[in-house]
């Protein structure tokens, strides 16, 4: 299966950051959003995206949010989401499980941190590479 990632972070310095990760992993194919509300349009408009990559704190609609509405809809409720964050509380790492996010990083990350969850996660879904 080829992954197309959604990158969903209000910073367009993240959102490039998290973009060359993911080239330096072998992904090329991703689309960027810059909240929750452009992301679930982009998530409407395009049935090839299946991995979803989001910040929590942003306009709009939070990635919290973003997940919630993911996890809600039929056509997208399967998709895996991984968080890339800056909030390591654990009651907010909790919130996140309970909205059922896949994984979750806490910013900084390093490319090898974020392979390592997206295998995780790809794992945990029965995807194979």
Do not use: C
Not at 9 to 24: G, P
């Amino acid at each position: 299966m080829s992954l197309k990632f959604l990158i969903v972070d209000d910073s367009q310095t993240m959102r490039r950051i998290v973009a060359n990760s993911l080239k330096n992993l072998g992904y090329e194919e991703f689309v960027e959003a810059s909240d929750g509300k452009d992301a679930l349009i982009k998530l409407a408009a395009d049935d090839g995206l299946n991995f979803v990559i989001t910040d929590w704190n942003m306009p709009v609609l939070s990635g919290l949010e973003l997940i919630k509405a993911i996890r809600a809809d039929e056509k997208m409720g399967k998709i895996p989401v991984l968080m890339v964050t800056t909030r390591g509380v654990k009651d907010d790492i909790i919130e996140a499980l309970k909205a059922k996010v896949n994984n979750y990083v806490v910013k900084p990350f390093t490319p090898a941190i974020l392979r390592e969850k997206i295998d995780q996660i790809l794992a945990s879904n029965g995807g194979s590479n």
